[in-house]
């Protein structure tokens, strides 16, 4: 029963070890070279950019399901509270 118990812990450390890796990166996918993909992005995601709080990364979300991807990253003006400023901020950092 030890012995098991030995093994089965040895077993998992091993696990977490090879797998923690590869959990790690699941959470890069919606970033491509550091830039946030504004058509995948979670509302966690979007929050990570400057000046997008909750309320904002949720209007990004909502005109995705009623408009469909953006075509192009400007298009994120067209969102209630991204104007000029805010997207001159966020325009190197985020990628369609």
């Known amino acids: 029963m030890k ?5 089965s812990l ?3 450390v091993v696990l977490s070890l090879f797998l923690s890796p590869l ?3 699941q959470g890069q996918t919606k970033a491509v070279n ?3 993909n504004i058509n995948t992005a979670s509302l966690e995601d979007l929050q990570k950019l400057p000046r997008i709080g909750a309320k904002i990364a949720q209007r990004i979300i909502d005109y995705r399901k009623q408009n469909g991807n953006f075509k192009k990253i400007e298009e994120l003006m067209k969102v209630k509270g991204i104007g ?3 997207y001159a ?8």
């Open 84 to 86: 000029e400023k805010v």
């Open 3 to 7: 012995r098991f118990i030995l093994n």
């Open 89 to 96: 901020r966020l325009k190197d950092m985020i990628t369609i």
């Open 10 to 12: 040895a077993l998992s």
């Open 23 to 25: 959990l790690a990166l």
């Open 34 to 36: 550091g830039k946030v």
